[in-house]
C-alpha cells in the first residue's frame, strides 16, 4: 500500500500547479491502491471523497507546493479513519484490571497475551496469565513456555477444567495475591462457531473484564473485518489487537477495521519476537502507509539505547532533514543492540520502501558491508555525502573492501531517505526553521 501512494504522490509531485483534473487522477490511483490492499470498500468510498473535497478547494489548486497539501490531506484523513488519539488500556480503579483476549484461531492470542504482560510488567504492573484454552495441550505449555520467558506466572488448571471456573479462580487469586492486571487467553476455533462464541460470553459474564480485546490477523483482511464485526456483536469488544502488521497487507486491514467495527485499536503486533507489540498512534501508521516511515516509534526504541537529550538532537535533525551518514553510523550501531535488523530498517523513511521495492532482504552481513563503506569514508565525506565525488567513492570501495556500485547504491538510498525525511519534517510541522504546512 505504501509503496503504491508513493508513486501517485511522486508523479503529482513533480507538477508546478495542479488542476482539478490532475487531483482526480490521483484520487483514482488511491482509490485502486486502497481497493488493492483489501480496504473495505465503503471506507474507500467515503475516504476519497473526503479528500477530494478538500483536495479540489482553492488553497490547494493555488498552492505553491500542491502535491505535499494533498499529502497533507490524505494523512489527516487516514488519521481520522484510524481513530485520531490513541486509545490506552483501560486500568481499573480498583486493581486487579481484568483482560480477556478473544479471536479465531492464530490471530495470535496466547502470543499476544504474553506480549501485553510484557510490557505491563516493564510499567511496573503485576501481570498474570491465566490459560483458559483447554482444548489443546500445547496451548498451555506455549502460554507457560512464555510465561517462563518474561517471568509472569501462569494461572492453569490443566485440560479438564472448565474454562469459565478457570477465569473465576484465576481472578480470585490475584485479588488474594496482589497481581494488578489478570489477562485471560481464551480459545479460538478455524472460523466463528456458535459453542466458541457461547463460551467467551460465560466467561466474560462471569469475570466481567475490564477490556475484551479482540486479536485479529491483519494479513486476513476483509475476513478479520467480518470476525471482528461479529465478535463485537456478541461481547461488546473495547479494543482491537492487530497482529502480523509485518505482513505485506497491513494498512488496508488497519484502515477497514477501525472504521467499520468503530472500536479503538490499541496494540499492534509487528513479529513473532516476544518485543515485537508496539501500543497504536494512528497518525504513525498514517505516516507509515504514506511511506515515511515511522520515525517516532524507531526514535521512541532508541531511547532505551540513548539518552534523552541525543534522541531530541537526532529527532530535530531528521525533521529538518540535516540527517547524515555519521548519524546514520550512529543509528546503525544502537539499532543492532535493539533487535532484528530488517523490522528496524523498516522504519527508517525510504529505506524500508526502498528495500521492499527492489525486494532487498538486509542480512547482517551486507549490514557489516554498509558499516564498513560509512566507516572508510572521512568525517567530512560523513557529515556532507554531497562531496562523495567518484574518485572518493572509488577509495571508499576499496577501503571497506565494496564494490563502487555498492557505495553507489548506499549514497542513493541514503539521498533519498534524506529527501524522505526532510518531507516528513515538513509535514510533521516543520521544526529546525523549516516552514510547517498545516
Ligand atoms: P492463537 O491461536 O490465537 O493463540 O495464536 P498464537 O498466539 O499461537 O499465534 C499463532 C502464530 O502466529 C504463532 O506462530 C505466532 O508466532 C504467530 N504470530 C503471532 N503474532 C504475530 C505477529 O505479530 N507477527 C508475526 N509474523 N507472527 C505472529
Ligand atoms: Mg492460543
Redesign the pocket.
Known amino acids: 500500500l505504501s509503496d503504491r501512494l508513493t508513486a501517485v504522490f511522486q508523479r503529482i509531485g513533480n507538477k508546478g500547479r495542479l488542476t482539478e483534473q490532475d487531483v482526480d487522477e490521483a484520487m483514482r490511483e488511491v482509490r485502486r491502491a486502497l481497493l488493492e490492499a483489501d480496504v473495505n470498500y465503503k471506507v474507500v468510498r467515503d475516504f476519497v471523497s473526503a479528500v477530494r473535497e478538500r483536495a479540489v478547494g482553492e488553497e490547494v489548486l493555488k498552492a505553491l507546493t500542491p502535491a505535499q497539501q494533498v499529502i497533507s490531506i490524505v494523512r489527516d484523513e487516514l488519521i481520522k479513519i484510524l481513530g485520531e488519539e490513541r486509545v490506552p488500556l483501560q486500568l481499573a480503579q480498583v486493581p486487579p484490571t481484568i483482560v480477556m483476549v478473544v479471536?479465531?484461531?492464530?490471530?495470535?492470542?496466547?502470543?499476544?497475551?504474553a506480549k501485553i504482560a510484557n510490557l505491563l510488567k516493564k510499567e511496573g504492573r503485576r501481570p498474570l496469565m491465566v490459560a483458559a484454552?483447554v482444548y489443546r495441550p500445547a496451548?498451555i505449555d506455549?502460554l507457560q513456555t512464555l510465561g517462563g520467558q518474561i517471568d509472569v506466572p501462569v494461572y492453569s488448571e490443566g485440560t479438564k477444567a472448565n474454562p469459565v471456573d478457570i477465569a473465576k479462580n484465576a481472578v480470585k487469586l490475584a485479588r488474594d495475591r496482589g497481581y494488578t492486571v489478570v489477562l485471560i487467553?481464551t480459545a479460538?476455533r478455524l472460523q466463528i462457531d456458535e459453542p466458541m462464541m457461547q463460551e467467551v460470553e460465560r466467561i466474560a459474564e462471569a469475570v466481567k473484564p475490564h477490556e475484551i480485546l479482540l486479536?485479529a490477523?491483519a494479513m486476513t483482511g476483509q475476513e478479520a473485518v467480518n470476525v471482528a464485526q461479529e465478535f463485537h456483536r456478541r461481547l461488546a469488544l473495547t479494543g482491537l489487537v492487530l497482529?502480523?502488521?509485518?505482513?505485506d497487507a497491513r494498512g488496508g486491514a488497519a484502515l477497514s477495521i477501525r472504521s467499520v467495527v468503530g472500536v479503538p485499536i490499541k496494540y499492534?503486533?509487528?513479529?513473532?519476537r516476544i518485543d515485537?507489540?508496539e501500543p497504536f498512534y494512528p497518525d504513525r501508521l498514517a505516516s507509515r502507509i504514506l511511506g515515511m516511515g515511522d520515525v517516532l516509534t524507531l526514535i521512541e526504541r532508541a531511547q532505551a539505547e540513548i539518552t534523552e537529550e541525543e534522541s531530541r538532537a537526532l529527532e530535530e535533525k531528521v525533521l529538518a532533514g540535516q540527517f547524515n551518514f555519521e548519524d546514520f553510523l550512529n543509528q546503525l550501531q544502537q539499532i543492532k543492540r535493539m533487535g532484528p535488523l530488517t523490522q528496524l530498517l523498516e522504519m527508517i523513511p525510504g529505506i524500508g520502501q526502498a528495500l521492499r521495492q527492489q525486494q532487498v532482504q538486509i542480512s547482517d552481513d551486507e549490514f557489516k558491508h554498509i558499516e564498513a563503506m560509512i566507516f572508510s569514508m572521512t568525517p567530512e565525506e560523513r557529515r556532507n555525502p554531497d562531496i562523495l565525488k567518484p574518485s572518493r567513492r572509488k577509495r571508499i570501495a576499496a577501503g571497506s573492501g565494496t564494490s563502487v556500485a555498492q557505495v553507489n547504491q548506499l549514497v542513493n538510498q541514503f539521498k533519498q531517505m534524506q529527501k524522505m525525511m526532510a518531507q516528513f519534517g515538513e509535514l510533521a510541522g516543520g521544526t529546525g526553521g523549516r516552514r510547517g504546512l498545516r
Open positions: 479471536g479465531l484461531q492464530g490471530s495470535g492470542k496466547t502470543t499476544h497475551v484454552d496451548a506455549q487467553d479460538g486479536v490477523d497482529t502480523k502488521m509485518d505482513g499492534i503486533g509487528t513479529g513473532e515485537a507489540v
